[in-house]
């Protein structure tokens, strides 16, 4: 595909797709910072020094990243490892600390170790947030909630371990005087497929705008294992659906999903589902609304 295939992001160029949705998805791409040019050298270089200028300009001496298995995490790793390096050369100081935050024993950690080695952290942590959820979980019931079946449960627990993940990363940020690394992206921001106030809390999110192939990409550019890099993306948060692929919970592939960010052509049916979801979780991508 060619620039001047993607000058024009009103695309989908089928004439039965309404101006309003076609402008929908103009002020969404706009909205998510997805650019329509993509050097990924040049976004490598851009997100490091922005890592880079966040440390100085804050003050903070750390990055903070939970790291899973998957490719985001893998990759913001690996940013973040390159930041703390160019701070330190500027004689500051500066460490990227990562964190392994499994529920028990996790299926794929043989996959985590290897993203944790791939971005290489000054020190890696490792809090199981089992406990945590459990004894939350626990302390619910006997208060006398209950929930409408073992699967809606399981979803609100699902939740309650992104936020105990997040909990773990603010106590060592708030320790070491460190900054918490989100990965939300725009092929994650668009469908809010986030836990609010879960993974969805940081103090700095490198990856912004970037759809899922291109994660992928700087991921491969920085010389990631190939299968970490083409890995099935997973929230992984039910018990009940382990290693559940965000594709079949979502209903989307990412490919369309990305189609549908960088202004490619794409069904209509996949244009008013992102456009639906997207006005749905604005209040996911906002701040909590007052009188
Ligand atoms: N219009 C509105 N204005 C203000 N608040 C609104 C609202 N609509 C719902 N809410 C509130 O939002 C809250 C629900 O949000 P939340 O707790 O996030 O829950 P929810 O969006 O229902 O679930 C999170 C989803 O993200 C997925 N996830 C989570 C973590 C990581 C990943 C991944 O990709 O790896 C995916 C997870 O599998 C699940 O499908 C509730 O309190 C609800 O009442
Ligand atoms: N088991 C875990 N250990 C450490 N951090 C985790 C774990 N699960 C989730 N996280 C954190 O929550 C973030 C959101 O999870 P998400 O699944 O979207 O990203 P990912 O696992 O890095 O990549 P992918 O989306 O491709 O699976 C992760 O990037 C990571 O920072
Ligand atoms: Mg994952």
């Known amino acids: 595909m060619t620039q001047s295939d993607l000058s024009d992001l009103s695309v989908p160029t089928d004439p039965t797709v ?59 790793g690996r940013l973040c490892r390159l930041a703390a390096d160019r701070v330190r050369a500027d004689g ?38 089992r406990p945590a959820t459990d004894a939350l979980a626990a302390s619910l019931t006997a208060s006398g ?20 993940r997040m909990v773990a990363q603010y106590a060592v940020a708030g320790a070491v005087g460190g900054l918490v690394v989100g990965t939300d992206h725009a092929a994650e ?28 990409a ?6 990631a294992p190939r299968d970490l890099v083409d890995k099935t993306p997973t929230a992984d948060l ?10 079949e919970a979502l209903g989307l592939t990412y490919d369309e999903i990305d189609d549908f960010l960088e202004g490619r052509p794409v069904d209509d049916r996949v244009t008013r589902a992102l ?3 997207f006005r749905a979780t604005a209040h996911k991508r906002a701040l909590p609304t007052a009188p």
């Not at 028990?104 to 490792?126: H, K, M, N, W, Y």
């Open 18 to 76: 309404p101006t309003d949705l076609r402008a929908a998805r103009r002020a969404i791409i706009a909205e998510l910072e997805v650019a329509e040019a993509f050097d990924v050298r040049e976004e490598i270089e851009r997100r490091v020094a922005f890592l880079a200028e966040r440390l100085t300009g804050t003050g903070a001496t750390a990055l903070v990243l939970g790291i899973s298995g998957g490719v985001d995490s893998m990759t913001a």
């Open 92 to 129: 500051r100081r500066a460490e990227f600390i990562a964190m392994r935050l499994p529920y028990g024993v996790q299926s794929d950690e043989d996959d985590a170790a290897r993203a944790v080695a791939f971005g290489a952290p000054d020190r890696c942590l490792t809090v199981d947030v």
């Open 145 to 164: 909630l209950g929930f409408r079946d073992d699967a809606a449960r399981d979803f609100v627990l699902g939740n309650a371990k992104a936020r105990e």
């Open 189 to 216: 921001a668009v469908t809010g497929f986030f836990t609010k106030f879960g993974d969805g809390a940081a103090d700095v999110v490198p990856l912004t705008g970037l759809t899922k192939r291109r994660v992928r």
């Open 218 to 223: 700087v991921a491969a550019e920085l010389g």
């Open 238 to 247: 039910e018990s009940l659906a382990p290693q559940k692929p965000d594709e």
């Open 275 to 277: 456009v639906d979801r």
